[in-house]
Structure formats: C-alpha cells, structure tokens
C-alpha cells in the first residue's frame, strides 16, 4: 500500500488553529447577539443585530453543542478582531510553507466574497476539486492530487435547508460576484442562470442542488441564496452533514465541504456516470477517490466504512454505480477498502451478537415487539443466517438459519424445539428486515416478486 506521507505536527497544529479561530470569529464578525430560534420544529441559532428603526437576523447554525460552544466564548473574545486576523494570517502562512495546498489569488477572492457574504453560513457547500483541495489539512496528510490547478468553483446546498433557514445572501450571489470581477451569467435553457464565468480570469462559479425527486432538468431555486443550481443526482448523500474548512487565501476564509469519506465513495459512483468523452474527469474521481481511500482505511476506518455501507444501502442503481467504481480503482486502494470493511463488518457483528438477550423467552419478545430497536440483522449475522440477495446484493436473513442456531444457542430441550423454532421464524417475518421471498432464498423480497412475475 502506497505510504502515507504526514504533515509535520507543527503544521497540523497551526491549521487546527487556523480553523478554530475562524469558526470562533465568523461568530464575532456577525457583531450581534446571539439568540436561539425554533423553525418547523428545529432550533436554530441565530445573531440579532439592532439597527436604525428595527433588527436584523442573520443565520448562524443549527443548534449542537459545537455551535452553543462556539456562542458561549464570543463575549470572551469579541474585543480584538483586528489583532486576531493578524494571528490567523500568520497560521496561514505557516500551513502555506509547511505543504498545506493554498488556492489562487482569484479563487481566493471569490471565496472571501461569498464567506463575507453568508454563502457557507448559510449551509453552502463546495464540492469538486477546490473541496478536494482542503482535504490535506483536514487529514494532517500530503496528497499530491489535491495541488491539481482548477479554475471552476462548484457549490452546492440543499433546497430544503434553504427554504427553512429564514435568512438570504447579502449582497446577492449575482452582485457579489460582479463587485469582483466581470462575471456574466452562462446562457442556459432556462431562464434562471445557475453558473457565471470571470470573463477576465477564466474563474467559473456553478451552483448546484440535490435532485431528490423524479427527475428534472429545469433549475432549482435556493430562497437563501437568492439564486437557481442545477439539479443532480447523489449530491444529497454528499453534502449531508458537511465539515468545516480553512482555504489558505490572506487570513484564511471558513467555508463548508464534504465529508473526506462521502467524498471518497461519491468519486466512485460519478466516476461510472460521465459520458465516454469525459475520461479525463473520470480517471480524475478515481485518483481522488484512491488517494482519500488510502488515507482513511488507516486513520478513519470507521468514518470510510459508515460512509461505503450507507451509501451501498440506498439501492440497486447506487450498488451498481459503486460496484463498477471498485473495478476502476488502482489495486493497493481497493484491497485496503476491502479489507476495512471485513474488518469493521466482523466489530459490528461481534458487538451486535454480545447484546443477544439472556435467553430465548427475551429473544422472542424483542422480534414481537414492534417498537424494539435491536440489531436483528446484526445476530442474524451473529448465527451465520444470512445471505446476499443474487441481483442486487441486499443482505437477507433466512428465518430457518436463524431459528435453527437460535434453539442451539439456548440449548433448548429436544421436545420444545419445534415450536420456539416456529414462534421465532413467524415473529421474523413480522419485523422489518429483509427476509426474502419464497423459494431458495437467494432473491430478496422485490426481485423474488418479479422473478414470480416473469414466470
């Protein structure tokens, strides 16, 4: 497996710091007072500034413990902006000089526009190379793919979030881009542009959202921000519960990306989805998708595992994309992939099989009892009763299999086997797990319904 190069510690230290105090100081810079909203059934913090005649609010995150954390220490530190933008243009400078990849200075000033803003406060995520980019200084690691020259910034969010947020974009993502440089609206089908390029440097910024529904063409609106993105397909799962950033641009700028492991595995599946004269960008996915691969197999194993299974789960087309995505990547990356899953797949079963009850009367009730939230699949793994649907993969449990090593496991007496036997595979059928259809019980439930149908 190709070694993994590390950043020295000092480095890593001083961009862990960089993005603290630029989480600390994205609060400061609000200059309001925090207060604590509840919008459709979820709270949110938010800062309330006072102005001539009435206040304004601006978003600033959901309401989790980092985010309160961050709140609890502004009135300890909102005196001295000016010195602390001081201190973070020098953590950059460190991480710049220590192998941290910076971006280009016109990158960098569209970045800094749409921070100040609101673009990432208002739950915007880059996607593509420029999140690609940030990922050696979230990891502490060197990876030579992530100094690749780009000129497009992608940016992602999700149209629910922006619908509930209750804030918007100040100046407007359109205005903003224009107080940079020329930036003119790409023509489109539509009349609601979603891209505009820097006639003068060449820089692109393309706005982009989830398409969760049936399919559609026409661009989506995205209230906060004030603007239209285009619609694509398995962006959802790649921007859900993004991280936070530092772009090495002057005193660094905060900005949202995907997770490193979503990422990883997102690469897999667009990489089988271009078009055949697009090969450049798809050997690109996979390099990018390699390098993280590699990188979390060793120090994130359970972050690359969560993500793989989660995504393989959504269903046949997802599997298919993934599944063809493995057979691309370099040999070293797929085994340590393959091998983390077995390895962190075997910790789950174990785990799951330690919580068996105390014995089979309590095994019984908890497959009976609707509201149970026991890992059934888990001992089903446990007892050896599972198998993997022949088509498209989905894990089913064989009622028999489980009720069969269930009585041995209790050691049930001879005479009442029959029946804890029969009690166990009809409570099975009753829970949501996947227990297959009739026949050999190769099939799950669906492609054994249309097997039947074929027939």
Not at 76 to 89: C, D, N, S, V
Not at 414 to 432: C, P, V, Y
């Amino acid at each position: 497996m190709t070694q993994i190069q590390r950043l020295p510690l000092a480095v890593q230290t001083a961009y862990s710091d960089l993005l603290d105090r630029l989480q600390e100081d994205a609060v400061l810079e609000l200059n309001g007072t925090p207060v604590l909203r509840e919008r459709n059934g979820r709270k949110y913090w938010y800062i309330v500034q006072r102005l001539a005649g009435h206040t304004d609010e601006k978003y600033l995150g959901p309401n989790t413990d980092e985010v309160k954390a961050r709140v609890e220490r502004v009135q300890e530190i909102k005196a001295g902006l000016k010195l602390r933008e001081k201190q973070r243009g020098k953590l950059t400078r460190m991480c710049r000089e220590g192998g941290v990849p910076p971006v280009d200075a016109q990158t960098g000033k569209v970045l800094l526009a749409l921070s100040k803003a609101g673009l990432f406060r208002l739950r915007g995520v880059i996607v593509g190379s420029h999140a690609f980019r940030c990922y050696p200084g979230l990891l502490g690691t060197q990876i030579l793919e992530a100094h690749a020259a780009t000129e497009d910034i992608d940016v992602a969010a999700f149209r629910s979030i922006s619908v509930a947020l209750d804030d918007h974009l100040d100046p407007a993502l359109e205005d903003t881009l224009r107080q940079i440089g020329p930036f003119v609206a790409r023509p489109n089908l539509h009349n609601q542009p979603t891209a505009w390029r820097d006639h003068g440097g060449g820089t692109m910024v393309e706005l982009l959202a989830p398409n969760e529904g049936p399919e559609r063409g026409e661009p989506m609106e995205l209230p906060a921000l004030g603007a239209y993105g285009t619609p694509l397909r398995f962006l959802d799962y790649l921007i859900h519960e993004p991280a936070q950033a530092a772009v090495l641009y002057r005193s660094g700028v905060l900005v949202n990306v995907p997770q490193p492991a979503r990422y990883a595995i997102h690469k897999l599946i667009v990489a089988t989805r271009r078009s055949a004269t697009a090969r450049q960008k798809s050997a690109k996915d996979i390099q990018q998708s390699a390098a993280l691969i590699r990188i979390l197999a060793e120090d994130r194993p359970d972050e690359l595992v969560e993500a793989y299974h989660e995504a393989y789960g959504r269903g046949p087309s997802w599997k298919s994309h993934i599944q063809k995505g493995l057979l691309r990547l370099p040999e070293d990356a797929r085994r340590a992939l393959d091998d983390v899953i077995k390895e962190w797949s075997q910790v789950s079963v174990d785990m799951a099989f330690e919580s068996l009850p105390n014995n089979i009367e309590d095994l019984i009730d908890e497959l009976e009892n609707p509201l149970s939230e026991v890992d059934i699949e888990g001992w089903a793994k446990g007892f050896g009763a599972t198998t993997d649907c022949a088509i498209c993969g989905t894990t089913v449990t064989r009622t028999f299999s489980f009720a069969e090593a269930a009585v041995g496991y209790y050691n049930i007496p001879e005479k009442a086997k029959d029946a804890a036997r029969e009690q166990i595979e009809n409570a099975l059928s009753k829970t949501s797990v996947e227990t297959g259809g009739w026949g050999d019980g190769s099939l799950c439930a669906y492609h054994n319904a249309q097997a039947a149908k074929d027939d």
